[in-house]
């Protein structure tokens, strides 16, 4: 049983930055790849970001690499997205997710079919 909260969405400026934190509860965060998606008013829910177990690898959609890094603190059993230049086209809930296996790349390439669980959402709206 994993619960995963959100924080830190708000509202920025276009060019901005903001960090997004993603606090899990449970015993087996550490055993998990975790990442993020998206999803904007009438778009489909899209991956943003993974990382595997041990945070030594990473993983990106090509519309946020180079902008956005995504991390992880198993001792403190979160998980960060720092997004820097933020644009309009960023404005979206952004969900916390905890995949299935160890591997980030299982989350990249399978989408939510390797998510296990998901957060509740955060909302980030860049202005322009």
């Known amino acids: 049983q994993v619960q995963l909260v959100e924080s830190g969405g708000g509202l920025v400026q276009y060019g901005g930055s903001l960090r997004l934190s993603c606090a899990a509860s449970?015993?087996?965060?550490?055993?998990?790849?975790t990442g993020w998606f998206r999803q904007a008013p009438g778009k489909e829910r899209e991956f943003v970001a993974s990382i595997n177990l041990s945070g030594g690898r990473t993983f990106y959609a090509d519309s946020v690499k180079g902008r956005f890094t995504i991390s992880r603190d198993n001792a403190k059993n979160t998980v960060y997205l720092q997004m820097n230049s933020l644009k309009p086209e960023d404005t979206a809930v952004y969900y916390c997710?905890?995949?299935?296996?160890?591997?980030?790349?299982?989350?990249?390439?399978?989408?939510?079919?390797?998510?296990?669980?998901w957060g509740q959402g955060t909302q980030v709206t860049v202005s322009s």
């Open positions: 997710v905890m995949g299935t296996t160890h591997l980030g790349s299982s989350i990249s390439a399978r989408g939510s079919s390797g998510v296990g669980s």
């Open positions: 449970g015993r087996t965060f550490s055993s998990y790849a």
